[in-house]
């Protein structure tokens, strides 16, 4: 099992920056993909970032060229680095953990952390 914790949200103007943490109970060199998601009201969740196994990284096109995944391996904890934020990427922000197995994969999640941007 992987227990994460989230941190970093908050309330920012439109245009400024936040950073997003995601500290794991369990090393992130044994976890498949790590990554971010998002739901805004009435919205589903959506992928935002993700690490997978070979340190290959995808990006929501919303996101691309403003957002960052990256990992301190040390910490066992991922980042999101947010710049250029706008409106629309108002919403709760989890920290994903995939397990995969033989029989199946897992996933893990975080409590969610607030991001509102303000116009």
């Known amino acids: 099992q992987v227990q994460l914790v989230e941190s970093g949200g908050g309330l920012v103007q439109a245009g400024g920056s936040l950073r997003l943490s995601c500290a794991s109970s369990?090393?992130?060199?044994?976890?498949?993909?790590m990554g971010w998601y998002r739901q805004a009201p009435g919205k589903q969740r959506e992928l935002v970032a993700r690490?997978?196994?070979?340190?290959?990284?995808d990006y929501a096109d919303s996101v691309k060229g403003r957002f960052t995944i990256s990992s301190d391996n040390a910490k066992n904890t991922v980042y999101l680095q947010m710049n250029s934020l706008k409106p629309e990427d108002t919403g709760v922000y989890y920290c994903?953990?995939?397990?995969?197995?033989?029989?199946?994969?897992?996933?893990?999640w975080g409590q969610g952390t607030q991001v509102t941007v303000s116009s």
């Open positions: 690490m997978r196994s070979g340190d290959r990284r």
């Open positions: 994903n953990a995939r397990l995969i197995y033989v029989q199946g994969e897992y996933d893990y």
């Open positions: 369990r090393s992130i060199f044994s976890i498949n993909a």
